[in-house]
């Protein structure tokens, strides 16, 4: 019904930057938030970035000034620019569509596959 495509991510040295984008395709009438989480080897998964349709953005504590999550209510994308990357923010990422309604009028929500990001030296 929905996928989730993820790309963008990679091995990156610290201080270098990535750029994650997202893109939900299938039978979609709207999506109210998208965001991105991430979840590192022994961790809970975490969220990083979030927009909902309004267009305003939250962000978890760690990556505050150097990531930046924007969103194409029109193509139904959603992309992350991480800047100043640190190895603690090696992960695999994940995108997430939150209240899907679809052209059925079902409501759903979806997860990508995820993708890795790798910082280090």
């Known amino acids: 019904q929905v996928q989730l495509t993820e790309s963008g991510g990679g091995l990156v040295h610290p201080g270098g930057s990535l750029r994650l984008s997202c893109a939900a395709s299938?039978?979609?009438?709207?999506?109210?938030?998208m965001a991105w989480y991430r979840q590192a080897p022994g961790k809970e998964r975490e969220l990083v970035a979030r927009?909902?349709?309004?267009?305003?953005?939250s962000y978890g504590g760690s990556v505050q000034g150097r990531f930046t999550i924007s969103r194409d209510n029109a193509k139904n994308t959603v992309d992350l620019e991480m800047n100043n990357l640190k190895p603690e923010d090696t992960a695999v990422y994940f995108c997430?569509?939150?209240?899907?309604?679809?052209?059925?009028?079902?409501?759903?929500?979806?997860w990508g596959q995820g993708t890795q990001v790798t910082v280090s030296s």
């Open positions: 299938g039978s979609i009438f709207s999506i109210y938030a």
């Open positions: 997430y569509a939150e209240r899907i309604m679809l052209t059925s009028g079902r409501w759903l929500d979806s």
């Open positions: 927009v909902p349709n309004s267009g305003t953005t």
